[in-house]
């Protein structure tokens, strides 16, 4: 394989990579910083991006690929297997002598041990920090919006509502420097991340209506689906898009408006204030239970002098 093949989350007994390389902005070679070892730890039982070179593998080629793929941190474990992450286990730092297989490329060189990983910097420049905003400043401004995380972790509809009630809606990603800026103010996380995209009938759709087209950065083959699904940034996979039933609990990326007014006041609506207005002068929507047939909906929705909401395009149900 050729250096900068795709790398792909594949089981420890794979030994074979497929397909295809994100479309992220490609990194800057020329502003490349240090690459150094920063030790031999346990190997974390965590989900990693990794190669596995049986005759090639050696610590710059583990290094050069992940720095390629926008990662800040290459490990080498077994004498064959690179994995590439954001992050590295800051624990206790084992004896540099554990990490003892040589190298299948190099056999002068270690790559790690077994069930231990030598780790090493990429020399992954990293742009300096923008502008912070949203709750708690806790955003950051990209291109007159501010990016905000909300860390509860929730189902799709209520990661749509908490952005709706900070002002704005789940985040759309339309181009690749909005993906690398989202990368980079997310970097090290640990969860899934909802998005403001979903698949309807046969395509993908942003939650303002408009189609998925140009941009993408999907995993291979998440896009393919046949049924509901919404769009998420897999935390294991340097957060390329996959998909996912409107039941999972992730966090929740938001698009809000910039400057971020604190006071901001939400389009609430309907009975109690359970419901929301996605639109100034559009109607107020509100969920009033589940698992109702269509008689015990009607007459639900009766007794508060509403009705059903009528679904019949693809806007319609992204508004729903």
């Not at 950065?217 to 689906?225: M, P």
């Not at 107020?284 to 007794?303: D, F, M, P, T």
Request: glycine letters at 10%; one cysteine or more.
């Amino acid at each position: 394989m050729g250096l900068g093949a795709p790398i792909q989350q594949a089981p420890p007994e794979a030994g074979q990579i497929t397909k295809v390389c994100a479309q992220l902005p490609v990194t800057n070679a020329s502003a490349r910083g240090a690459q150094e070892s920063r030790g031999c730890y346990d190997d974390p039982a965590v989900d990693a991006m990794y190669i596995r070179l049986y005759s090639s593998m050696t610590p710059q080629v583990c290094m050069d690929r992940c720095f390629l793929r926008g990662y800040a941190y290459a490990g080498l474990t077994s004498g064959t297997i690179c994995e590439c992450e954001q992050l590295y286990n800051t624990g206790e730092a084992l004896a540099l002598s554990e990490c003892n297989v040589p190298c299948s490329g190099d056999p002068s060189q270690m790559c790690g041990g077994p069930g231990k990983t030598e780790v090493y910097t990429t020399g992954l420049v990293r742009p300096p920090p923008r502008p912070r905003c949203g709750p708690g400043n806790r955003g950051v401004v990209f291109q007159n919006q501010c990016l905000y995380i909300s860390t509860a972790q929730e189902a799709y509809a209520l990661a749509q509502k908490t952005c709706m009630l900070a002002g704005g809606t789940l985040a759309k990603i339309d181009s690749a420097n909005k993906q690398a800026a989202i990368l980079n103010y997310l970097t090290g996380i640990t969860e899934h991340v909802w998005v403001g995209t979903a698949h309807f009938t046969d395509h993908w759709v942003h939650l303002d209506g408009t189609p998925l087209t140009g941009y993408t950065n999907w995993r291979t083959g998440k896009d393919q689906v046949d049924n509901i699904r919404f769009m998420r940034l897999n935390a294991a996979d340097n957060l390329k898009w996959d998909n996912y039933g409107y039941w999972d609990k992730n966090m929740a990326l938001c698009d809000l408006p910039f400057p971020w007014v604190p006071d901001h006041n939400p389009k609430i609506c309907g009975l109690d204030k359970l419901g929301m207005r996605v639109n100034d002068g559009g109607p107020c929507l509100i969920s009033l239970g589940s698992q109702l047939n269509r008689l015990q909906a009607e007459y639900k929705c009766h007794v508060v002098g509403a009705q059903l909401v009528s679904v019949n395009t693809p806007m319609e149900k992204v508004r729903v």
